[in-house]
C-alpha cells in the first residue's frame, strides 16, 4: 500500500528564525507552523497538494495566510504537485515566538 502523506512531506526553508514545529489545524483545514524569530525574515513553505490545498473546480483558490492573527501578504509558486508559499515575517521588539497559519481560503 501506498503511505499516506503527512506534515513530515512538508519542506520549508527559512531565513531570520526557526522552525520550531508544524502541525495541523483538522477543523479548520490549515497548518501552523511555529517558530521563533531573531531577525525577521521569511519562510518559504513547499506544500504538497495532497497534504493541504485550496482549489475550487481543479482552479487554485488562493490560501488564507495569517501571520500572529494578521493577515499576510504572500508570493506563490504553484506546479502539478505542490503549491510554494513566501510568507515574511518581521521582527517583534517584545515577542520572539510567531505563529504562521495557513488555511483554505472558505
Known amino acids: 500500500t501506498t503511505p499516506q502523506p503527512t506534515l513530515a ?3 520549508y526553508d527559512i531565513s531570520g528564525g526557526t522552525v520550531d514545529t ?3 489545524d483538522p477543523e479548520a ?3 501552523i507552523v511555529e517558530l521563533t524569530d531573531a531577525d ?7 506544500l504538497p497538494r495532497n497534504v493541504i490545498d ?3 473546480d481543479g482552479v ?3 490560501f ?3 501571520v500572529d492573527g494578521y493577515e499576510a ?3 506563490e509558486v504553484s506546479t502539478d504537485t505542490h503549491r510554494t508559499l513566501t510568507i515574511p515575517f518581521s521582527a517583534e521588539s517584545e515577542r520572539y515566538k510567531e505563529k504562521v497559519t495557513v488555511g483554505n481560503c472558505r
Open 29 to 31: 483545514l490549515s497548518i
Open 54 to 56: 485550496s482549489t475550487i
Open 40 to 46: 525577521g525574515g521569511e519562510i518559504v513553505l513547499a
Open 60 to 62: 487554485d483558490e488562493i
Open 22 to 24: 508544524i502541525s495541523n
Open 73 to 75: 501578504q504572500y508570493t
Open 9 to 11: 512531506d512538508i519542506t
Open 64 to 66: 488564507f495566510v495569517l
